[in-house]
């Protein structure tokens, strides 16, 4: 869709805080900047279809990248990782150790799940009220002092007790993040920078499988085994990256200027001047309860948590369980379980920059869903259907780079299709709590009894992709018809003039 042109006066405050002496700034330069006619720099303007980016705007976005998309990728991967974790340890002395017997090890999952959905939306709005990074910094310490502490415990109900607090503190990490991405990018830009978070995270997931197999190796060296030495480890590295993440994070595009050695007065102008010409919504109203729950109200979020819901199904059954399913499933031993968890992740960084490319390249999100939903499903029909093994390792394949680019496209097609800023705090807690929801859900379709093909959990996942699908269509034809309205000036989408959906 086309973007109108940058209000040169698109961001003003009361104050006289550094911001608002962006903000009155003068128009020339705001334009200035906005053009990339800065003063000496003869470099050539990129036209990207509508929109024409110019070297200022080039240089600011490569800074977000380079200070945001990078520490994001990094502090998402925590839940990936403590699911890498306990995966891999799944398959070690563990659960002999700890007495995870019966069901326990998938209770261990759905504790974690519940607490952590029970605290998203406080999670989620407490970015706001103590700033992106005091309050990432802050519960990233914690999450990795709680994973240290679980290499010391030594009961089932312990490992319970520790996976309550884990998920009380992880709670704010993935919504937080991607409320704080969709604040800073427009909407053409931002699938490409929530696969950038996805590559950051299933990069160190799978480097986190490597490691656990070196330390499983450790097994019994000092008296302690080798899935202590996964969570200790693991634990302290993420106790570093929260010390780290105070001084790398950026603050919000209003209040860049808080933020360590990062952006100049003008490039923060430009900032602000960006995301107010695509949407009007870079100033939060005052906080309220109400002004937050009345977004309860609107369907459209429902919809989008429940293609979460469905579409963690799959990533937690994968993510926790495929060194069982390699195991059990396929025939590996305990350390080539552990290995071959990797590859697949790996992998997966490919499919989901170039779909997002794509979708931020053409404004497409519907048709790249629908195509990840295609080949998740193939992935799964070798997984479940095939008997010879390197058929079914090589569906792994397709079904990880198939939900981990839904992920990036699905988060682009909730955040292009809203607008102000306490609905993006609602609906990101709202999808992400749906999303954990559904992490319950996976987190009992695989079911031992059904080893090698585990057909419980490959009909199911192939069912959800299937209400994806159908769920999109529905809402691409919802936005059609009402940008057509929109068009006509017979509604008022979002309640910000010049707003369309993207499909």
């Known amino acids: 869709m086309a973007t109108s042109p940058i209000p040169t006066s698109a961001y003003q405050r009361k104050d006289k ?24 720099d003869g470099e050539d303007v990129l036209n990207t279809g509508t929109h024409v980016v110019g070297p200022a705007e080039r240089r600011l976005r490569r800074k977000v990248d380079l200070r945001l998309c990078t520490i994001a990728g990094i502090l998402c991967s925590l839940n990936l990782l403590d699911s890498g974790v306990i995966s891999s340890a799944s398959v070690t002395s563990m659960p002999a150790d700890l007495d995870l017997t019966g069901n326990r090890f998938s209770v261990s999952i759905f504790i974690f799940t519940i607490s952590s959905i029970a605290f998203q939306l406080p999670s989620t709005l407490a970015v706001r009220t103590f700033g992106p990074r005091l309050w990432f910094s802050t519960i990233t310490f914690c999450f990795g002092l709680i994973t240290m502490c679980t290499a010391f415990i030594q009961t089932w109900q312990q490992m319970i007790a520790l996976r309550v607090l884990l998920g009380i503190s992880m ?33 160190i997931l799978a480097t986190g499988g490597i490691v656990n197999f070196g330390l499983n190796q450790l097994n019994g060296k000092g008296g302690i085994a080798g899935w202590r030495y996964m ?22 595009p209003e209040e860049a200027h808080r933020s360590f050695c990062f952006l100049t007065l003008e490039e923060q102008e430009l900032a602000v001047a960006r995301i107010n010409a695509d949407r009007k919504d870079v100033e939060p109203d005052p906080f309220s309860w109400g002004k937050v729950f009345v977004h309860a109200k609107d ?24 060194p069982i399913i390699l195991q059990s499933g396929m025939g590996f031993d305990e350390n080539q379980s552990i290995l071959l968890s990797a590859p697949p992740y790996y992998y997966a960084v490919i499919p989901v920059l170039l779909s997002s490319i794509i979708g931020d390249r053409y404004r497409l999100r519907g048709p790249v869903i629908m195509f990840n ?39 682009a097609y909730q955040a292009n299709n809203i607008a102000g800023q306490w609905k ?31 057909l419980t959990a490959v009909w199911v996942s192939i069912g959800s992709h299937i209400l994806i699908m159908v769920i999109v269509a529905v809402f691409s034809f919802y936005f059609y018809v009402t940008n057509k309205l929109a068009a006509s000036g017979k509604i008022l989408i979002e309640g910000v003039e010049g707003f369309r959906h993207t499909y």
């Open 171 to 203: 709670s704010g990490i993935y919504p937080g993040l991607t409320y704080l991405i969709s604040t800073w990018y427009p909407r053409r830009e931002q699938q490409t920078r929530f696969a950038f978070l996805q590559t950051g995270e299933v990069v």
């Open 373 to 411: 939903c295609l080949t998740l499903i193939v992935g799964f029909c070798m997984l479940g259907f095939s008997e010879q093994v390197a058929v079914r390792y090589v569906g792994t394949y397709l079904a990880t780079g198939a939900y981990v680019s839904n992920w990036a496209a699905l988060s």
């Open 17 to 40: 805080s550094p911001s608002s002496k962006i903000a009155n700034n003068e128009d020339a330069t705001s334009e200035r900047i906005f053009t990339g006619e800065d003063e000496g």
């Open 231 to 252: 969570f200790l480890v693991q634990g302290l590295i993420s106790m570093v990256i929260g010390l780290v993440t105070y001084f790398w994070i950026v603050d919000f």
């Open 424 to 454: 993006r705090a609602f609906t990101a807690a709202a999808v992400t709590a749906m999303n954990g929801a559904g992490g319950i859900a996976g987190s009992f379709i695989v079911r031992s009894q059904e080893a090698p093909h585990y």
């Open 299 to 322: 369907p459209k979020v429902y919809g989008f948590a429940c293609m979460f819901f469905l579409l963690n199904l799959v990533s937690t059954a994968l993510s926790y369980f495929l």
